[in-house]
């Protein structure tokens, strides 16, 4: 089936750790997301591809790392600078620029730093 | 800047009642609406997409309309279920191409049997 895979689904990091959160989608789609999700909060975006080898930040980039050296994947780097890191994360895709515009979500890594 | 609300963060109502969720925008400028569906620990799932040109989008028992001109947009849910039960995001869509989404926080759905 086709579809969006993230690992890990939970992880647990120390303060001063940079961890990396991945995200592989086999539905052949040109753009890729990443958006955090804080309890009671909507998403907000933190990095965007539209085509490999090009990224550009989104409103929450601060901390946060990105690379797009295939079609089908986009890591997400969260660096000791990010100053609150938990948080659960989520991968979306989407055909583009043809296609429809609907996103495709990933199931989601949960982040928590002890 | 483009803020998207969603009133109220929770609602619960008995099973087999038609309920309207609400989703206010403050920017017109939009190029879509999606609204999404979320059950707890999971990804988003989209339930409808509304072009700006459009009035409203229908998908079974589902019914989503825009307007843009008040910055509104509503989501219809006749005869509701135990299953849907979920939280259910807005999204505007505010820069074509990119597929740049400024979503609400939600509004936490329970359907009690």
């Known amino acids: 089936d086709g579809g969006i895979t993230q690992s890990p689904k939970y992880l647990f990091r120390k303060e001063g750790q940079n961890v990396t959160l991945s995200c592989e989608q086999n539905?052949?789609?040109?753009?890729m997301y990443w958006y955090r999700q804080d309890p009671g909060q909507g998403l907000r975006l933190i990095y965007y591809?539209?085509?490999?080898?090009?990224?550009q930040k989104g409103d929450i980039a601060e901390g946060y790392s990105v690379s797009r050296e295939k079609k089908e994947s986009f890591p997400l780097t969260v660096t000791s600078a990010q100053k609150n890191p938990t948080a659960f994360y989520l991968c979306?895709?989407?055909?583009?620029?043809?296609?429809?515009?609907?996103?495709?979500f990933g199931a989601g890594s949960r982040l928590t730093v002890l | 800047k483009q803020e998207v609300t969603q009133i109220p963060a929770a609602l619960s109502v008995p099973e087999g009642e038609n309920l309207v969720l609400n989703c206010s925008f403050t920017?017109?400028?939009?190029?879509?609406l999606q609204w999404f569906r979320q059950d707890p620990g999971k990804g988003l799932t989209s339930l409808l997409l509304?072009?700006?040109?459009?009035r409203e989008q229908t998908s079974g028992r589902l019914n989503a309309s825009l307007d843009k001109s008040s910055g509104r947009s509503t989501l219809y849910i006749a005869a509701s279920q135990p299953g849907d039960s979920a939280t259910y995001l807005c999204?505007?869509?505010?820069?074509?191409?990119?597929?740049?989404?400024?979503f609400g926080q939600g509004t936490r759905l329970t359907i009690n049997p």
């Open positions: 979306a895709s989407r055909a583009w620029p043809s296609g429809a515009n609907v996103l495709t």
């Open positions: 539905l052949n789609h040109d753009a």
């Open positions: 591809s539209q085509i490999v080898n090009d990224f």
């Open positions: 920017d017109s400028a939009i190029y879509n």
């Open positions: 509304i072009q700006s040109s459009q």
């Open positions: 999204a505007a869509g505010i820069i074509q191409g990119a597929q740049k989404l400024v």
